[in-house]
């Protein structure tokens, strides 16, 4: 059974970059795929990227085109999420979620605040 | 791309059954089988409920199916229980390796 677990949560200043992670136990991104999906205070979900399983094809929302970097560390079955030139408006949840949809992380809050 | 457009909020009381829909586009819900529903409770995470349009995973109760038809797909609640209270988003794939997420409808169990 996949599980997935994220880093704690981030306070960050407009401007800066965060970096989230999703450790995967009991699975590979390799095999599974990899989304990840937002949340902003009080609203709905917001599909921001992911990388495809067996080719690792990276994608993103064309709203961040350009800001978000996504990527897997096979060695510790990490992914990782980078949001570069952060707006207040990126204040959110940001949960990871395995490319079916099935299986999520408990959720990272990221705090854009100056 | 637009997010998918749901009804804002549905109700019923226990027992009966209620539907939510789901519209979308002929690039989206009307293109693709992976049209997909999710259950949150509060400070909780998405559970997937329905995938596939209609498909189950294990330990989702047969009180939930998918449908869909054109561009508007579907999720009925039967025999709604207290605990299926929550907010329900659909998603479906959009090409190109994207997905698009609805806009969310809150159900309560009157």
């Known amino acids: 059974q996949l599980q997935l677990v994220q880093s704690g949560a981030e306070v960050k200043k407009p401007g800066s970059s965060v970096k989230v992670s999703c450790k995967a136990s009991g699975g590979s991104f390799n095999s599974y795929g990899l989304n990840w999906v937002r949340q902003a205070p009080g609203q709905g979900l917001e599909w921001t990227g992911g990388?495809?399983?067996?080719?690792?094809?990276?994608t993103h929302a064309q709203v961040f085109q350009g800001r978000v970097t996504i990527y897997v560390d096979e060695s510790t079955n990490t992914a990782y999420m980078e949001v570069r030139s952060l707006r207040h408006e990126d204040t959110a949840i940001y949960y990871c979620?395995?490319?079916?949809?099935?299986?999520w992380g408990q959720g990272t809050l990221v705090t854009v605040s100056s | 791309q637009s997010a998918l457009t749901q009804t804002p909020s549905a109700s019923g009381s226990p027992g009966q059954s209620v539907t939510i829909s789901c519209t979308g586009t002929s690039s989206d819900v009307g293109a693709s089988k992976h049209v997909s529903w999710y259950q949150q409770k509060p400070g909780k995470a998405p559970r997937l409920m329905i995938y596939e349009v209609n498909e189950r995973p294990s330990g989702v109760p047969d009180r939930f199916s998918g449908s869909k038809s054109g561009n508007t797909a579907s999720l009925t609640v039967s025999g709604l229980q207290p605990d299926d209270e929550a907010d329900y988003y659909c998603s479906s794939y959009a090409g190109s390796n994207d997905y698009v997420f609805g806009t969310g409808t809150r159900v309560t169990v009157l």
């Open positions: 979620a395995s490319g079916a949809f099935d299986h």
């Open positions: 990388i495809t399983p067996i080719f690792g094809i990276e």
